[in-house]
T-cell receptor
Framework: DADVTQTPRNRITKTGKRIMLECSQT?????MYWYRQDPGLGLRLIYY???????NKGEISDGYSVSRQAQAKFSLSLESAIPNQTALYFC?????????????????FGPGTRLTVL | AQSVSQHNHHVILSEAASLELGCNYS??????LFWYVQYPGQHLQLLLK??????LVKGIKGFEAEFIKSKFSFNLRKPSVQLSDTAEYFC???????????FGAGTRLTVKP
């Protein structure tokens, strides 16, 4: 079974619709992240959460919101989708750094959600 | 703001050729460095990471990377590529001055027979 799962895997929606992307993990990690991937731009961080009561904006949070319902679940919402939010969205998890000199530990990625906004 | 540059957007190599993919970042403090690989249709997987210590890091599948602090670089190398190395490769940098991980734009590697 996959450690980090995302639903749906593909979604086509229309401008103005509200969309929720869900992420679940069985790795027991406290830290969870949402990224979007665009051709030529790599991955950009949208939001991240270090525990259930912690939500932080990333590089490109405008137009998005998140909810950390439990340690294992982290949802990304687009309140009113627009075409330039068409992208591949990845959820990731990591354990807190436990070693001196480790600022941020390696991340484990889900399979991605391909979102198209028409 | 810190940035991560991968200057090679698309690299095409013949099987058994040597590989070096460039990664440069713009931050002078403490960094944690990563290379991730994304095979066609799959999610990102960690190839290797550098936190501290020996600047030459060995990863999976015969990859290695060298952290050169004076050059702000963390180039990925493999002495002899295989067809199965065809993928997109991402360099990522985490600095100690904020809570944001930055990825490079990626380098697409195509290995031909």
């Amino acid at each position: 079974d996959a450690d980090v799962t995302q639903t749906p895997r593909n979604r086509i929606t229309k401008t103005g619709k509200r969309i929720m992307l869900e992420c679940s993990q069985t790795k027991g990690h406290d830290r969870m992240y949402w990224y979007r991937q665009d051709p030529g731009l790599g991955l950009r961080l949208i939001y991240y959460s270090f525990d259930v009561k912690d939500i932080n904006k990333g590089e490109i949070s405008d137009g998005y919101s998140v909810s950390r319902q439990a340690q294992a679940k982290f949802s990304l919402s687009l309140e009113s989708a627009i075409p330039n939010q068409t992208a591949l969205y990845f959820c990731a998890t990591s354990a807190p750094p436990g070693l001196a000199g480790v600022v941020w530990n390696e991340q484990f990625f889900g399979p991605g959600t391909r979102l198209t906004v028409l | 703001a810190q940035s991560v540059s991968q200057h090679n957007h698309h690299v095409i190599l013949s099987e058994a050729a040597s590989l070096e993919l460039g990664c440069n970042y713009s931050y002078g403090g403490t960094v944690n460095l990563f290379w991730y690989v994304q095979y066609p249709g799959q999610h990102l997987q960690l190839l290797l990471k550098y936190f501290s210590g020996d600047p030459l890091v060995k990863g999976i599948k015969g990859f290695e990377a060298e952290f050169i602090k004076s050059k702000f670089s963390f180039n990925l190398r493999k002495p002899s590529v295989q067809l199965s190395d065809t993928a997109e490769y991402f360099c990522a940098v985490k600095t100690d001055n904020n809570n944001d991980m930055r990825f490079g734009a990626g380098t697409r590697l195509t290995v031909k027979p």
